[in-house]
């Protein structure tokens, strides 16, 4: 158990819809990173936020934003989705924005999308 | 730009055998490096890490050492066991973004 936790696990839903994906870093860990994971893609950095703010862009679409609470948890969003969506979406957390800190992931949230 | 280009699996091993998977990298400044695992069903977990050039990282008799020289970490292990079995991904950060590779899906049969 890395003591990062995701919500849900597993989500189902249709095109054009719009979902919100849930992560709860590790206790004192103020650095939150999203990734994609994708068959064809691989595993892809999407956005990085440390204490509230955003601190780093990766390949994250216009259409997926994401934001950092007060408490340090984090939401993806993920508007007007598309078949190409799915995905298995991960969070995780590093304790601060030094490059060689391991990041410790969660479980991943499984999103389908019909 | 910044990269990381990952040997593509699938790799199929008996117990006790070599592992080998090549790792080698792009990049600007003086990154990081890591090979994570996935287990089945898991999220990634950090197998290794080498922060500067020359660092062997080693965990549970796996070792990759940062060389420059070459831009390139590859993983070793001297003999494998079927718990090994998984997905193991080579990674980068440069402070402000992360790579990883593509993975390489490793089976080690008995």
């Known amino acids: 158990d890395s003591g990062v936790t995701q919500t849900p696990k597993h989500l189902i839903t249709a095109t054009g819809q719009r979902v919100t994906l849930r992560c709860s870093p590790r206790?004192?860990?103020?650095?939150v990173y999203w990734y994609q994971q994708s068959l064809d893609q691989g595993l892809q950095f999407l956005i990085q936020?440390?204490?509230?703010?955003?601190?780093a862009k990766g390949n994250i679409l216009e259409r997926f934003s994401a934001q950092q609470f007060p408490d340090l948890h984090s939401e993806l969003n993920l508007s007007s989705l598309e078949l190409g969506d799915s995905a298995l979406y991960f969070c995780?957390?590093?304790?601060?924005?030094?490059?060689?800190?391991?990041?410790?992931f969660g479980p991943g949230t499984r999103l389908t999308v019909l | 730009g910044d990269s990381v280009t990952q040997m593509e699996g699938p790799v199929t091993l008996s117990e006790e055998a070599f592992l080998t998977i090549n790792c080698t990298y792009t990049?600007?400044?003086?990154?990081?490096l890591f090979w994570y695992v996935q287990y089945p069903g898991e999220g990634l977990q950090l197998l290794l890490k080498?922060?500067?050039?020359?660092d062997k990282g080693s965990n549970k008799g796996f070792e990759a050492t940062y060389r420059k020289e070459t831009t390139s970490f590859h993983l070793e292990k001297g003999s494998v066991q079927v718990s090994d079995s998984a997905v193991y991904f080579c990674?980068?950060?440069?402070?402000?973004?992360?790579?990883f590779g593509t993975g390489t899906s490793l089976t080690v049969i008995p």
């Open positions: 990049a600007t400044g003086y990154p990081s």
């Open positions: 206790s004192g860990d103020l650095s």
């Open positions: 080498a922060t500067k050039a020359d």
């Open positions: 990674a980068l950060n440069t402070g402000n973004q992360f790579y």
């Open positions: 936020y440390y204490n509230g703010e955003e601190r």
């Open positions: 995780a957390s590093s304790v601060d924005l030094l490059s060689y800190n391991e990041q410790f």
